[in-house]
């Protein structure tokens, strides 16, 4: 599979990068790792008539501790977050969370800035930034604006950026001491999620069982009057919309969402 | 565009149409066919190469990403006066291969699982090697092989 006709240009700082997009608008698709892009436009699914590679932006790639949050550049390959040494002090449960998104050879390429911005409801970094509060920074013609995830996700593959914006950076709060648990369950080990649930301190959040990542708001205040793990996770497909397919029914999904967000609840702590 | 790639030591130097995927760079312009295209769809894993040392899927990378970087593909395993590489001999040794379609890429991908992790354990090459796929499904031969390459215990 190739992928349809486009001009390829690579920009070597975010500078030029915005320069670009602001010329080209709609026509143009910013490229990060590519993991989720380039399959899409193999099959023919995007077809963007420029792509304007972020590749070489290494003033993007990084993770660092800022008071009490961490910040992580947009370019950060999930094989980075992994073995970051500041998450995994601070911020296990993404450093975690990274290590489990498709394969390897994924990972080496993939980037978190990549994952939120593609907004695929099956995505597990997606799901774990809104666990966290993060908030996403993305910078525009007008400068730097401050996006919470919980405001990030519209809708499958659908964010307020604006296609002269560019996402620079995610910024998640310091986890220390809060206990997490993730669960997913794939058809194979390399598949997304049918179902996955990330848990952090007390807040739920679920993969796929909706047109974006969703905060499981009725296991949250379960668990916030005193409710058991399996009291809460019983009240985990509340208020979703999970896909009706041939390989995973609704109905299937809400059970599974039950199952996992108990395990996932056990792991981080709660009785 | 022109695209330069150092593929195994030898700069390789072509202009290409700018949607050229690695593989077909690697496979068409440098000719060398060991890197396989097997689902063609970032599942399976037989496409496996090096791009500035680390594994990724070269049916799910432009060419172009890779102008002025370096491949490493299984071509380029093998050392000065033609030795087999530990990883190589490690999979003759333990019959790490059925068909064979799979092997360059499961090779690659056990290069750079071992690169970060050189004692793994059986669990972490299943885990290191979830993205690539073998349809003879010979997975336990090729466990044994990098257990043998890490020079560690292998199952019998």
Known sequence: MIPARFTYRRVSSVDEALAAVAEHGDDAKLLAGGQSLLPLMKLRFAAPELLIDLGPLDELRYVRREGDEIAVGAMTRYHDLHHDAVLAEHAPLLAHVAGSVGDQQVRHRGTIGGSLVHADPAADLPAAVLAVDGVLVARGPDGERRIPAA??????FETPLAPEE?????????????????????????????VGVVVAGRAVSLINMGGTPLRASAVEAALAEGASAAEAAALAAEGTSP??????TSEYRE???????ERALVSAGVS | MKVSIEINGTTVSEEVEDRTLLVHFVREQAGLT??????????C??????????SVKSCTVLAAQADGHRVTTLE??????GDLHPVQRAFREEHGLQCGFCTPGMIMASVSLLDHNPKPTRQEVRDGLEGNLCRCTGYHNIVNAVMNASGQEVQR
């Not at chain 1, 405001?151 to 499958?156: D, H, R």
């Not at chain 1, 896909?243 to 995973?248: C, G, I, R, T």
């Not at chain 2, 894993?45 to 680390?54: H, Q, R, S």
């Open chain 2, 76 to 81: 380029g395993l093998r050392g000065e006066g």
């Open chain 2, 45 to 54: 894993g037989a496409c496996t190469v090096l791009l500035d040392g680390e």
């Open chain 1, 243 to 248: 896909a009706d397919e041939a390989h995973a």
């Open chain 1, 166 to 194: 560019l996402l620079t950076e995610v910024r998640v709060p310091v986890q220390d001491g809060a206990g997490w648990g993730f669960e997913k369950f794939t058809r194979r080990a390399i598949d997304w999620a049918i």
């Open chain 1, 151 to 156: 405001e990030f996700f519209q809708g499958p």
């Open chain 2, 34 to 43: 060991a890197t396989n295209i097997g689902c063609d769809t970032t599942s």
């Open chain 1, 255 to 261: 059970h599974l969402a039950r199952v996992l967000t």
